[in-house]
């Protein structure tokens, strides 16, 4: 079974910075894409950033310039560096992997999300 582990919500002012962690473990054998999408109240789930097992990235069109996805292969993990907060920037922020296990099964798997609120 493959388990998402986030870190690294919180609150934060307009203009400031986070950075969002997560790592996948369980019985993972290979990684097709990881990323984030976020939901905000009242609002349907949107991708926010992922990143594939090739290193291409794609973002949405309102964190462009200001949110930088990466990964780290030899852990299982990807990580959200979000600068220039904006109070729209308000969501949980959910991680995302597509991967396939030992079993050649193809699974797509959120985490339990985390918290991002911009406010003054």
């Known amino acids: 079974q493959v388990q998402l582990v986030e870190s690294g919500g919180g609150l934060v002012q307009p203009g400031g910075s986070l950075r969002l962690s997560c790592a996948a473990s369980g019985s993972i054998f290979r990684i097709n894409a990881m990323g984030w999408y976020r939901q905000a109240p009242g609002k349907q789930r949107e991708l926010v950033a992922f990143i594939n097992s090739g290193a291409r990235t794609n973002y949405a069109d309102s964190v462009k310039g200001r949110f930088t996805v990466s990964r780290d292969v030899a852990s299982n993990s990807v990580y959200l560096q979000m600068n220039s907060l904006n109070p729209d920037d308000t969501a949980v922020y959910y991680c995302?992997?597509?991967?396939?296990?030992?079993?050649?099964?193809?699974?797509?798997?959120w985490g339990p999300g985390t918290q991002v609120t911009v406010s003054s």
């Open positions: 995302y992997t597509d991967h396939s296990t030992a079993v050649g099964l193809r699974q797509h798997l």
